[in-house]
């Protein structure tokens, strides 16, 4: 429960359809990330939502645009 209240909590709409879109959401979301612990982390690592969340999407990088295409050179 403390990793979904960390990682997916934003209702901070008075809509209360785009609140529970949002947590449909954030549901699906943290599903799809447990789904992705279970399969590809080893236990032993005890790796949180965060931690992961930032060593997969914090890369540093840059992107070049050269003859028509786009290249990513990641550092």
Known sequence: ??????????TDSPDIIRNTARVLISGAAYNLIQLFKLLLVPENWGISMASLRFSLFHIAGKVARRAHQIEIHLV
């Open 1 to 10: 429960m403390k990793e979904l209240k960390t990682g997916f909590d934003k």
